[in-house]
């Protein structure tokens, strides 16, 4: 336990409707990422947050995902009209401050779009 | 564009071998390179953080190694155990990026 928590674990959902993902970082850990993993890939990078600031989205982030970071402490990330496209693995990772290159990963939540 | 290889995509050893997992980048301007352990479903755990003026790091069973120049590290694991095995993934931070940019992984499978 790397003391990432993220919530729920699993989510199966009918295609179109809308998710919403939680992650709550280590408590003195302001920097908050967002993955996506797919069957047998690397995750990929989604987004990056310092404190309540997001400072990066990749492009994999559509216009149908949004994240948030509201005073800086858990994050949700929310994915509107799902397609089955989006079935992966979501994963949220922390790192303390600048003075610190490791990033701790949660133990994600499987997304399936039926 | 950052590319980051690891070969071999899987690999299977008896228990008590030494092995040696390999990762490659393309992009040499890295700030540092983690490696991961995934088991089937979960998330991530950290094994091990090379900073780029580093040249390697242990932690117990663990050594990896870093050749920044050749865009290079290994990932030697010593007297493998059946508790090894999972998915490894070798992944790196870019310089100017706060993203981490990850291989696909090795399988390992450690049979007693």
């Known amino acids: 336990d790397t003391g990432v928590s993220q919530d729920p674990r699993h989510k199966i959902t009918k295609r179109g409707q809308n998710v919403t993902f939680r992650c709550d970082p280590i408590?003195?850990?302001?920097?908050l990422y967002w993955y996506r993993q797919t069957l047998g890939q690397g995750p990929e990078f989604l987004t990056y947050?310092?404190?309540?600031?997001?400072?990066?989205k990749s492009r994999l982030l559509s216009d149908r995902f949004s994240a948030e970071r509201p005073k800086g402490s858990f994050s949700t990330l929310e994915i509107q009209r799902t397609e089955q496209g989006d079935s992966a693995m979501y994963l949220c990772?922390?790192?303390?401050?600048?003075?610190?290159?490791?990033?701790?990963f949660g133990p994600g939540t499987r997304l399936t779009v039926l | 564009k950052q590319e980051v290889t690891q070969i071999p995509a899987a690999l299977s050893v008896p228990e008590g071998e030494n092995l040696v997992l390999n990762c490659s980048f393309t992009?040499?301007?890295?700030?540092?390179l983690q490696w991961f352990r995934q088991d089937p479903g979960k998330g991530l755990t950290s094994l091990l953080l090379?900073?780029?003026?580093?040249r390697e790091q242990t932690s117990g069973r663990l050594n990896a190694s870093l050749d920044k120049s050749s865009g290079r590290s290994t990932l030697y694991i010593a007297a493998s155990q059946p508790g090894d095995s999972a998915t490894y993934l070798c992944a790196v931070t870019g310089a100017g990026s706060y993203q981490l940019t990850f291989g696909k992984g090795t399988k390992l499978s450690v049979i007693p």
């Open positions: 408590s003195e850990h302001n920097r």
């Open positions: 090379i900073q780029s003026s580093q």
């Open positions: 992009d040499s301007a890295i700030y540092n």
């Open positions: 947050f310092q404190n309540e600031a997001q400072l990066e």
């Open positions: 990772a922390t790192r303390r401050d600048i003075s610190s290159n490791e990033q701790f």
